[in-house]
């Protein structure tokens, strides 16, 4: 089912990397597939992890929770966030900029960071839209909010807050406050004949694959073969988000760091920008380095996306865009600008998400952002 490269040179999203964490001592990590008894999906199987503890040590206050929010996972929860791990994983091995940028905040703040969402992009065709891999956060005690669409880019997005108790959190890490989810998918029955053709191409020959996304997720694996480069050359032409999925699949998208939450002057985005511009990594200019919300209570950066060597299935090996890091400051609701700061919680800031800003996130894996030259 899942797409694999006889090749260990390759990305991390072609082949199985088991990493540790460079803080911690050197031990090695096993993958083992178990069966996800929680899944409402008969046989669904997914990732349970022996070394919990592989990846990046980060620290988050509590928070209040929504009130639409469900009161806890759903059980197993040490497996949920488990799979969350593994997905970050492969995101950080995939990513040489987003885990530099990680580790030089992680130390600018010593162990203050955590994240505030994580975006999935998807193809809304075939069942392998945006069910597909919300499923897996819905079992697990999310809760839809927020729809979104992108007219211009043929798209529609839905956003899923986490767990109330989630929120109160104060481990580290993934086993911190659970952070916001965003998917994507893209409308396909809006697409041209040639790339309907191929899309669909792709995702029905992968049978059930939609079942396991966030399985394909945690392993770095597409769930259905690699394809051809003219393939991938005429998805570009028409939507980089299509091309985009059609080599990354359930792939992280990106992770968002939240920068209130931060400790240090950091925690303003203008300077947690200039920050990141200074230490050498060029961020997304489109409409702008800093994009705001209209009541401006939402501000939102991001890198521009890594590039990767893939090798399509005729033999042709080329760079396509990877994924980036994001950076998301939620400023405090104006019902609640004469709290303390001491006081203040996740609830009293501005929440969901913002379609023009989103719009111009996007644009982080784009062609015209990848080979901009300067910061």
Not at 81 to 96: A, D, K, P, T
Not at 147 to 172: T, Y
Not at 233 to 251: D, F, K
């Amino acid at each position: 089912m899942f797409a694999t490269t006889n090749s260990s040179t390759l990305s991390p999203l072609f082949s199985f990397s088991r990493t540790t964490a460079t803080s911690l001592p050197s031990k090695p990590t096993f993958w083992n597939l178990v069966p996800m008894k929680q899944s409402s999906s008969p046989g669904h199987l997914a990732l349970a992890l022996d070394n919990p503890r592989r990846t990046l040590h980060v620290s988050c206050g509590s928070t209040s929770p929504h009130a639409s929010q469900r009161s806890s996972i759903q059980g197993g929860e040490a497996f949920f966030r488990g799979v969350l791990e593994s997905m970050q994983s492969v995101y950080l091995n995939r990513n040489r900029t987003a885990k530099a940028i990680l580790d030089l905040v992680h130390s600018a703040e010593n162990n203050s960071l955590c994240y505030d969402h994580l975006a999935f992009r998807t193809f809304g065709v075939n069942g392998y839209g945006i069910d597909s891999m919300a499923s897996f956060f819905l079992d697990y005690g999310y809760t839809q909010r927020e729809e979104l669409r992108f007219p211009a880019k043929k798209l529609r997005a839905l956003w899923f807050s986490p767990p109330a108790d989630s929120l109160a959190s104060n481990g580290s890490g993934i086993n911190g406050p659970l952070p916001r989810i965003f998917i994507s998918e893209l409308l396909v029955d809006q697409m041209s004949p040639q790339t309907q053709e191929i899309i669909k191409k792709y995702t029905e020959s992968s049978v059930d694959g939609n079942k396991y996304a966030a399985l394909a997720s945690s392993l770095g694996h597409l769930t259905w073969e690699k394809p051809l480069y003219s393939e991938f050359q005429q998805l570009a032409s028409e939507s980089e988000y299509a091309a985009w999925t059609l080599v990354n699949g359930y792939a992280l998208n990106h992770v968002t760091i939240s920068t209130h939450r931060l400790k240090t002057h950091l925690k303003e985005i203008k300077k947690l920008n200039q920050f990141i511009k200074d230490s050498g990594f060029r961020l997304n200019s489109e409409g702008g380095v800093l994009k705001v919300s209209p009541d401006g209570l939402l501000q939102q950066s991001s890198t521009v996306a890594d590039s990767i060597s893939f090798k399509f299935s005729d033999g042709i090996t080329e760079s396509v865009p990877c994924s980036y890091i994001e950076f998301a400051e939620r400023l405090v609701l104006p019902q609640y600008k004469n709290l303390p700061d001491t006081e203040v919680k996740e609830f009293h800031r501005r929440d969901g998400f913002e379609v023009a800003s989103a719009d111009k996130i996007f644009e982080s894996t784009s062609k015209e952002q990848l080979s901009r030259v300067g910061s």
